[in-house]
C-alpha cells in the first residue's frame, strides 16, 4: 500500500510571494490532515476534511491561507501571500473512516525570506 | 484547551538502556492518546493507541500506559538501540471533537 505523497518536499520563497503544496492520502482514506510544525514544536492542526468537506478549520489564518480537496482524494494547501513566521515543515496525514490511525506524509519544508 | 507537555525536551542513553518518556495533558476528556516517532527529514509514524478506556498498550520493545484521571502517559523502551534515535510525539484526541492535540516532543539520542 503506498503512503501519503506530498510535493514539493522542499521551497524556499520570498515574503509576500505565494506557494502551494500537495497532498495525495492513501487510496480510501475519506479523512485527510494539513498540520504545520514549526521549528521545536508539535504537529498543529490547520485543517481536517472529511471527503471534500471542511470539518475543522479553526486554526487556519484564512486572511492567507486556504485548502481543498476536490473529489475527495488530492488536497492542496495554499498561502498567499507568505510571511516570515510561515517558515516551518507542512504536515499532510490520512485515516481510513472507523479508525483511529494517521498516516503522514513525509511533509513540505517552507522557508520564507 | 488542551496543552500537552513531554518531558524530557531531550535525551541521550548508553545502548541498551531501558528508558522512559512522559507526556502529560491538561483535560482529562480524551477519546485516545497516541505515540509517534519523527525521523529527521520525515514524516510521522504511529507507534501505540491507547484508547480512552484502556491503560496501556505493547508493541514489541515498546510499552505506552496511560492514567486519564491524572492526565499521563509514559513510553517505556526496554534495551535501547541505536536505531530507535529519533523525536517522539505524543498526541491526544479530544473526547468531543475531531482535533488533535500533540506535545512538543523528546528528542532522543541512543549511543553505541
Known amino acids: 500500500e503506498a503512503g501519503v505523497a506530498q510535493s514539493p518536499r522542499y521551497k524556499i520563497i520570498e515574503k509576500r510571494q505565494s506557494v502551494a503544496f500537495w497532498c495525495n492520502p492513501i487510496?480510501?482514506?475519506?479523512?485527510l490532515y494539513w498540520y504545520q510544525q514549526i521549528l521545536g514544536q508539535g504537529p498543529k492542526l490547520l485543517i481536517q476534511f472529511q471527503n471534500n468537506g471542511v470539518v475543522d478549520d479553526s486554526q487556519l489564518p484564512k486572511d492567507r491561507f486556504s485548502a481543498e480537496r476536490l473529489k475527495g482524494v488530492d488536497s492542496t494547501l495554499k498561502i498567499q501571500p507568505a510571511k516570515l513566521e510561515d517558515s516551518a515543515v507542512y504536515l499532510c496525514?490520512?485515516?481510513?473512516?472507523?479508525?483511529?490511525?494517521?498516516?503522514f506524509g513525509p511533509g513540505t519544508r517552507l522557508t520564507v525570506l | 484547551k488542551q496543552e500537552v507537555t513531554q518531558i524530557p525536551a531531550a535525551l541521550s542513553v548508553p545502548e541498551g538502556e531501558n528508558l522512559v518518556l512522559n507526556c502529560s495533558f491538561t483535560?482529562?476528556?480524551?477519546?485516545?492518546l497516541q505515540w509517534f516517532r519523527q525521523d529527521p527529514g520525515k514524516g510521522l509514524t504511529s507507534l501505540l493507541l491507547i484508547q480512552s478506556s484502556q491503560r496501556e498498550q505493547t508493541s514489541g520493545r515498546l510499552n505506552a500506559s496511560l492514567d486519564k484521571s491524572s492526565g499521563r502517559s509514559t513510553l517505556y523502551i526496554a534495551a535501547s538501540q541505536p536505531g530507535d534515535s529519533a523525536t517522539y510525539l505524543c498526541a491526544v484526541r479530544h473526547s468531543t471533537g475531531n482535533q488533535f492535540y500533540f506535545g512538543t516532543g523528546t528528542s532522543l539520542t541512543v549511543i553505541p
Open positions: 483535560d482529562s476528556a480524551i477519546y485516545n
Open positions: 487510496s480510501g482514506h475519506a479523512t
Open positions: 496525514a490520512s485515516r481510513r473512516e472507523n479508525t483511529d490511525t494517521q498516516y
